[in-house]
Every structure is written in C-alpha cells, then in structure tokens.
C-alpha cells in the first residue's frame, strides 16, 4: 500500500496542474495523511529538485496546517524561499474562494454560443494559523528593511503584496503604505521612476530611464507607447532569459528579430539561459512553435532545451525506448518524440529505440542534438496490431543488452511476441533482467503491469494526462535504478530549520 502511494505521488509529481491547486490537493492530502514522515523529506527534495510550482506550493500549504510534530516548521521554512506571488497563492488556497466561471453550453447550430456562469468553491476554507501569519510578516518585514529589494518586489508582485498584507492585517511600514496602498511613492522608489518613464517625451528618454533602473519588461512594455530599435534594446537588457523566450513570439511580432544588433541581444540571452537554473527546458521548446522560430534560432532554443534538460541529471544505464505505435497510439508517438529527444541529451551509456506495432522499427538519429533525434522519428506513424514483446525480440537477436527498459503504451497487445514471454527469453539470452517504466497513455490498462508481476520484476508507472509541459519531469526520475533508490533518497534529504526572525 505505501509503495503504491509513493508511485502514485511520484506520478502526480509530473503532472503541471496549470494554477489549479484542486487538482493536486487529493493525492498530496492522501500521501500526507498515510505517511506524513516520507511527505515531509518529499516535501524538501522536491523544493530543491522539482520543477511545478503548483506543486511546491501545495507542499507548502499542507505542512502549514500538518498537525504532525516538525510539518509546521518545515513548511513555513520553506515558504521563506518562494516569491511574493506564490505565498500569496499559498494563503489563498487555505482562506478558500468563491469563484464564478463561465461555462460554455451546448452549441446549436446556426446559434451563437451561449455560457451558463457557475460558482465554484476553490481552496480550503480553513483558518490561517498564527504561525503562518507571523512568518508571512517577517517574510514582509525582510524586504522592508531594504528599500532597494522592497521596491524590485513591488515591481514584480504588486497585487500579491497588497493581499498579504491586508488579507492578514499586516501593518505595512510607511514606505510600504506609501507605495502600495496611497499611490504617493517616495523620489527615491522605483515606482516613482516608472511614473516619470510613462510621463517621458522621448522613446530615448524612455530607454535610457529602463536602462538606468532595469525596470522588468513586463512593466515596462505596458508603459511605452512607442516601441522603437532603441527602447526594445533597453527592454531586451533587462529581460532574464526566460522573459526572453515566453515573450519570443510577442518580439518577433515588434520586429527584434529583423534588426541585426536586436537580435544579437536575444541571442545572448538565449545563450545565458543555457545555464540558468530558473529556464523551464520545455518553454524553450514550445517558444519555437509559438514563434514560429526556424533556422538559426530554433536551433539555439533547441540548445537551451538540451542545455537544461543535461542539467537534470545522467541515465548511466544502457536503456531501450519502446514506442507504441500501433492504431490510436498516435499520442504515444508523440509522446516517444519528446521522451526520446530530451533522454538522448543526458544518457552516457547505451540507448536503443524503437518503434513497434507487430513489428520493430529501429529509431537511429544520426547525432545527439534534439533535432537530430526528432528527425529520426519522423513519418512513424500509428496503424497497425500491437506486439510489446516485437523490440525485446529483436534486441535478443541483435544482443543489444540493457539494463532499463522505457515503454510508452497503452498497455494493450494482442499479436506474439508477447511482452512476458519476450522479456524471459532476452534475460535469459543476455543474462540481465533489466528495469522497467512504463509510460501510460490514454485509456491504458494494467495488461503489461500484470505480466511483471508473473515475471517477478516490479515496473515503475508514470501516466501522461496530455500534458507535455510535465514530459522533462519524468527525465530525472529516469536517471534512478529503481524506485526504492529514489525514494531512499528523498527519505534522506536533509530538512531545513525555521529562521526566527
């Protein structure tokens, strides 16, 4: 039973749950109740590794209001580290919310489309404990005591700080009232600035005031009326990496990509997300299609991807892909694509795929580059019956020995080789009984989970719900022999101590 819950956990881990903390309350709720000790050290692993944030911040949410001895501490440490919007997004979901939705009706044709508006309740509802509410003021009072931060924060999360400090009735200090809540910002503030900077008669003057004070692109782009070479310049400078890619197609609308010295700017910056922790490596990927990059620059955010997908860990162990490709698993072949070009990245050992109905096609790319990997899979497409045990064969014949194996199905087959019968025989060929994760897709079912448990192997599952953004979550748990292994690791993760002040 705890090893399904753990599996399950990790499961729910790949899911990005797109800012609606109700789809990951049940399962977090779940595992904390029946091992509320392993939720605690999951808790901090994944603070440090993981990559949702709806998920660090249910984390932080449940162990603010955990009974159980040591939760509360760790839990309001922990929210120490997060960014004023996510603690906002924290204290939100425990108040709770009425929220009213507009609900699209039946279409009738030749009608225009009607919406019915629903209420729903989103949260907790419960109390905010007075611990909570004391370490949110200190976490207010730190950026207080320095007005430069203090006023960077407001900048970046201005409604967030407003609903801390009056949701919880915090009294701001006077530069904060001043700033927040009487729109009578000091000389000295940067809110005072971004006045002059909208009030200013020059796009120069404009540029060389989003220079000076490195005002965020998002604030700044909503000020300036007048986008020219020079202010989209300034803008560029102060973008971080990813503001750069999300906003990609935004300016490649403005035209920064046709001016020679603009896009050298974004080129840096695309250089500089290569290594820059806070890059999602899947954004890059998706900015090429939103962007409709091509060319030199799909090529450099496919290096970012690489880039950041590498710095999720290594596979050590020679590992075979298998793709479903048999009839309605166009999904999955989508799905092998992804997994496919973000494993080849950062596996130092062996890696065979391949793509199967009752047959096995080879996958081989001709480099490791992603594009490279992507390239090889194209015109596999969906059709046929389905063998699961069709690669393993050909594996056997051809000796390719490997120590985990990486399905992606739906769990279904019908035609020999079976998966059972051709797993026995490539162990006892090769001498190995090789790991096994299944990817599921769809409507899967449990067929092939079945067959391990006859074969004595236990299989690590992850289900894809259809959302790619999560796909480069599943990359670093494949870089463990075992499930145990992983979560012996989490159960070792060191916890961190409350500040007191």
Not at 83 to 90: L, M, S
Not at 105 to 117: L, S
Not at 222 to 242: F, G, N, Y
Not at 472 to 486: A, D, F, G, K
Request: proline share 5%.
């Amino acid at each position: 039973m705890e090893r399904d819950l753990r599996e399950d956990m990790l499961n729910t881990l790949l899911t990005t749950p797109h800012r609606d903390l109700m789809q990951v309350h049940g399962m977090h709720r779940t595992l904390l109740d029946a091992d509320p000790r392993f939720y605690v050290h999951l808790a901090t692993w994944y603070a440090d590794r993981g990559a949702v944030r709806d998920h660090k911040e249910m984390f932080v949410a449940l162990l603010c209001l955990s009974p159980f001895d040591g939760h509360r501490d760790v839990g309001l440490a922990l929210l120490r580290d997060l960014p004023p919007y996510e603690v906002a997004r924290v204290i939100d979901f425990i108040k709770g919310a009425e929220v009213r939705k507009r609900v699209a009706k039946a279409r009738v044709h030749g009608q225009p489309r009607e919406f019915d508006v629903v209420t729903q309740r989103v949260g907790l509802f419960a109390n905010v404990p007075r611990s909570l509410r004391t370490e949110v003021e200190r976490y207010l009072r730190e950026r207080e005591a320095n007005a430069a931060r203090f006023d960077r924060t407001v900048l970046q999360a201005r409604k967030s700080l407003k609903r801390l400090y009056a949701g919880l009735h915090i009294q701001p200090s006077a530069r904060a009232q001043a700033v927040l809540f009487d729109d009578n910002p000091p000389i000295d503030s940067l809110a005072f600035q971004i006045k002059q900077i909208a009030s200013a008669q020059t796009p120069a003057d404009q540029a060389r005031a989003i220079a000076a004070y490195r005002i965020p692109y998002r604030v700044a782009a909503s000020l300036v009326k007048e986008l020219s070479p020079m202010v989209l310049a300034a803008l560029i400078d102060v973008m971080t990496p990813q503001e750069v890619i999300n906003n990609l197609a935004a300016l490649k609308k403005r035209g920064a990509l046709d001016n020679a010295d603009i896009k050298a700017l974004i080129d840096v910056k695309l250089g500089a997300a290569k290594t820059d922790k806070r890059v999602s490596a899947y954004k890059a990927k998706v900015a090429i299609a939103a962007a409709e990059a091509s060319g030199e620059l799909a090529e450099a955010l496919d290096e970012v991807t690489e880039a950041q997908v590498k710095a999720g860990g290594k596979i050590t162990r020679p590992t075979a892909l298998l793709i479903d490709k048999s009839g309605s698993m166009t999904q999955a072949i989508e799905v092998g694509r992804q997994l496919g070009a973000l494993a080849s990245a950062i596996c130092e050992a062996d890696l065979f795929a391949y793509a199967f109905d009752t047959v096995a096609y080879p996958i081989e790319p001709r480099g490791v580059a992603l594009a490279d990997w992507e390239k090889a899979l194209q015109g596999i497409r969906a059709g046929g019956g389905t063998s699961c045990g069709a690669a393993l064969e050909v594996m056997r014949r051809k000796r390719q020995r490997v120590e985990q194996i990486v399905m992606v199905t739906d769990e279904g087959e019908n035609t020999a080789p079976l998966f059972k019968d051709a797993y026995e025989a490539y162990a006892a060929d090769l001498n190995v009984r090789p790991a096994v994760i299944f990817v599921k897709i769809g409507q899967a079912m449990q067929t092939l989970e079945a067959a391990c448990a006859g074969l004595g192997v236990a299989p690590n599952v992850f289900e894809f719900r259809g959302d790619y953004y999560a796909l480069p979550n599943v990359i670093p748990l494949l870089t463990y022999p075992s499930l145990l292994e992983l979560v012996m690791e989490v159960l070792d993760y060191p916890l961190p101590q409350r500040k007191m002040a």
